[in-house]
């Protein structure tokens, strides 16, 4: 969970070289770093809507079983709390 959130934080910069040098760290593969590469230039071309939308999407990211497993409860309270006051209206 932790990795891919850092991950989507960096496409979420819209800036290849973040996208990169976080995708270097788990040794993505070419085919791996061109499918970020097409996420990433999908939020460009959606622009700010799409980006300010995002913390709905790295909520339910969290509220996933496998995240759920990983992190505990207090946590994913303090994850969820936070992401909830970012939420634009």
Known sequence: ???????YGAILTLRRTFLHGDLSQ????VA???????????F????????ILNPQIMLSLYLSPEC?????????????????QSNIH
């Open 26 to 29: 788990f040794h993505a593969t």
């Open 44 to 51: 460009r071309e959606e622009g700010q809507k799409t980006i």
């Open 32 to 42: 791996e770093r061109v499918a970020f590469e097409k996420i990433q230039d999908c």
């Open 68 to 84: 759920k497993k990983y992190y505990g409860n207090d946590l994913l309270k303090k994850i969820q709390d936070f992401l909830n």
């Open 1 to 7: 969970c932790l990795s891919f959130a850092r991950t």
